[in-house]
């Protein structure tokens, strides 16, 4: 409408100069529109900067990776003025409980973020947003994200999160212990022989004879369903069946995986009893430690600690292993404006922030960042770049939350002597089947 009646205006303008003998406009006229033109594109930009869009963002990150995502939001507070990002963090313990109930609610926050595993429900009940289209509004290229992590989000077709990254274990070593036990070579990496579970077994008590009073292996026991699932993974197994309509956990190649780290307790290789290996690990009271890259900043950064880092060893077959991704969600009941500003921040988290979350050790996911010589710089990152393509992340199943509290569960039976291996991984068979006809 504007354009029409400034185009009827100078019609009739150039009518009456004709009229009266004029042949052009005068130049002072000319300035005179076009610094109105000017000093309305800059009251718009100054009405925008005084009111900006605030938003809340909910994540259960503490420790040094709170410190990076404090970094992050301050980074992207002080790049503009269009967007405020105010930071709600949770106790990890509650987090997932709060957001399911904000999520029902439709009351809490703006942009959140979740792990890949946890978002197939949120997906089912239409809580959460598909992202294509605000990506697209806001100049975000989702193809920057790596194939690995985009497939992961996407349900038909649709991706309906933005991945930062991907976390899984790398193997780390202390330098010290295994030049001690004899097990380290000139350029700083272990001497693990054949990959094997008997031969890796050797590995561990050479370690147990040469340097008494450590573990040889620190094993995750409180958790032992992500050292479980590295191992199993490489072996070829699966949780689920292709359609995942049935369990397919009890099996051989669960057993083994179960009898071998059984062996490592039995022997002594490992602590069954250490609550918190990844602190033995870190004090040097452990030879070796299937870690999160998470742990990186803390173990590599360190000159002192003299640690090393590695992709797991393929014990069992393959590179396969356990892998899990941080998202960020935005909620169905989130307002238009609010969305616009919440993809805005999703898009600097990514592209800007991952330079930062890098530096925590989690793989981004923005290919950008990680094919560039900043990240490249940081300590072993070719190494967790490799470790990267062989991740299995977890079934695509809204009932996978209920499913790995059920294995967690039934591991911690059988490692603690109240189940056989075979009896344990019975009754979890059954269990999983129960929940997925239920």
Same mark, same amino acid.
């Given at each position: ?35 109105? #033109? ?10 925008? @900067? ?10 259960? =990150?503490?420790?040094?990776?709170? $410190? ?29 409980? %709060? *957001? ?8 809490? !926050? ?10 197939? !429900? ?18 975000? $290229? ?16 649709? !991706? ?7 976390? =899984? ?6 330098? $010290? ?27 561990? #008590? ?11 292996? #620190?094993?995750?026991?409180? /958790? ?8 199993? /993974?490489? @072996? ?35 602590? *069954?009893?250490? %609550?918190?290996?990844?602190?033995? =690990? ?16 803390? *173990?590599?950064? $360190?000159?002192?600690? +003299? ?25 169905? /009941? ?60 977890? !079934?695509?199943?809204?009932? /996978? ?24 991984? %019975? ?5 999983? +089947? ?5």
């Amino acid at each position: 409408m504007k354009k029409k009646l400034t185009s009827l205006l100078t019609a009739s303008i150039a009518l009456a100069m004709v009229a009266t003998g004029c042949s052009s406009t005068k130049e002072s006229d000319t300035k005179t529109t076009t610094t109105t #033109a000017a000093e309305t594109t800059k009251a718009v930009e100054t009405t925008k @900067a005084a009111n900006p869009v605030e938003i809340t963002f909910w994540n259960m =990150f503490g420790g040094g990776e709170g $410190d990076f995502v404090d970094q992050i939001v301050k980074g992207y507070n002080d790049s503009q003025k269009e967007v405020i990002v105010k930071q709600l963090r949770l106790e990890s313990n509650e987090y997932y409980a %709060k *957001l399911s109930t904000a999520l029902s609610s439709s009351k809490g !926050p703006d942009v959140a973020v979740a792990h890949v595993d946890r978002i197939s !429900p949120f997906v089912k009940a239409k809580q959460i947003l598909p992202l294509d289209g605000l990506a697209s509004k806001v100049g975000f $290229d989702l193809k920057q994200v790596s194939d690995s992590n985009i497939k992961s989000v996407s349900y038909d077709g649709k !991706p309906y999160a933005v991945p930062l990254d991907t976390h =899984f274990h790398m193997f780390y070593y202390n330098k $010290d212990l295994l030049k001690k036990a004899e097990l380290l070579n000139d350029d700083g990496t272990p001497k693990l022989g054949d990959l094997t579970p008997d031969a890796f077994k050797k590995t561990l #008590a050479q370690i147990q004879a040469k340097v008494p009073g450590v573990q040889a292996l #620190a094993v995750n026991t409180p /958790y032992f369903q992500e050292p479980f699932l590295n191992l199993y /993974y490489e @072996a070829g197994g699966d949780i689920l069946n292709g359609d995942m309509t049935k369990s397919a956990i009890n099996n051989e190649k669960a057993l083994n995986v179960l009898k071998f780290y059984m062996d490592l307790y039995k022997n002594k290789y490992s602590d *069954l009893n250490d %609550k918190t290996p990844w602190d033995s =690990f870190h004090s040097g009271k452990a030879a070796l430690w299937f870690g999160g890259v998470w742990e990186a900043g803390l *173990l590599l950064n $360190d000159k002192a600690l +003299n640690i090393g880092a590695m992709p797991l060893p393929a014990i069992f077959g393959s590179q396969t292993h356990w892998g899990s991704s941080h998202l960020l969600v935005v909620p169905s /009941y989130v307002t238009t404006e609010k969305q616009e500003a919440s993809a805005k921040f999703m898009k600097y988290f990514s592209e800007v922030g991952g330079k930062t979350w890098g530096q925590a050790g989690h793989v981004p996911a923005n290919s950008a960042v990680t094919t560039s010589d900043e990240y490249k710089k940081l300590p072993y990152r070719n190494l967790f770049i490799e470790a990267q393509k062989t991740v299995k992340f977890a !079934p695509k199943t809204d009932k /996978y939350t209920t499913i790995i509290t059920t294995v967690s569960e039934s591991l911690q039976n059988i490692l603690f002597g109240k189940q056989s291996p075979e009896d344990g991984l %019975k009754s979890m068979d059954k269990q999983i +089947n129960d929940i997925l006809t239920n």
